[in-house]
């Protein structure tokens, strides 16, 4: 009787020993999860800290851009004024040197009636 008694005992301590070791290997296994939930957590964190980043760097990109256009806008006009001027005075350069051709060549036509009426007069 006392080795059937000890046979039992042996086999209720492996019975608790093997308990034992799958009740530690699911603590290792809830503590695992539990460290994976806290990392996901900070990955999750982390992805929208640079997402708010990523929108706040957009948001001043567009602000640089609109800007730069602003300005180039009023580059342009600029330019278009400068141009403007230019094509004037050019024009009115122009202008001028037409009605010096012209009047050169009224003085020219002049010469030539006169030279005619001398030529006719003789």
Do not use: Y
């Amino acid at each position: 009787m006392k080795l059937h008694l000890l046979a039992i005992s042996a086999f209720l301590a492996l019975t608790v020993s093997a308990c034992g070791d799958d009740a530690a290997k699911k603590a290792e296994a809830a503590k695992a999860a539990a460290e994976a939930v806290q990392k996901a957590d900070e990955a999750a964190r982390k992805a929208g800290a640079a997402v708010g980043a990523a929108a706040e760097t957009a948001k001043e990109a567009g602000k640089e851009a609109v800007a730069a256009t602003k300005e180039a806008g009023k580059e342009a006009v600029e330019a278009t004024k400068e141009a403007g001027k230019e094509i004037v005075v050019k024009a009115a350069d122009a202008t001028k040197e037409a009605a010096e051709a012209t009047k050169e060549a009224a003085e020219a036509t002049k010469e030539a009636a006169d030279r005619t009426k001398a030529a006719v007069g003789k």
